[in-house]
């Protein structure tokens, strides 16, 4: 899967663990779910940033990001 295809599962299962009629058997089984996919997740953003780094030849912990909107 796909870093979006990823978040959007997350969010799926989230909405589904907030809803009040899940099963606790089912409810685990998301909740585990959706750990694999968080560290999976963590795991694509910190190989993001690692290329990053290499492209810029620098520490990026100095450099501000800021969004455009």
């Not at 968080?38 to 190989?47: G, R």
Request: glycine fraction near 2%; hydrophobic fraction near 35%.
């Amino acid at each position: 899967m796909s870093f979006e295809t990823d978040v959007a599962r997350i969010e799926e299962i989230a909405q589904t663990l907030n809803a009040s009629d899940t099963s606790l058997e089912e409810s685990l089984a998301l909740f585990e779910e959706g750990m694999r996919l968080s560290k999976k997740l963590e795991q694509s953003l910190a190989e993001a940033k690692r290329k990053v780094e290499q492209v810029l030849g620098e520490d990026t912990d100095s450099i501000e990001i800021t969004s455009r909107t």
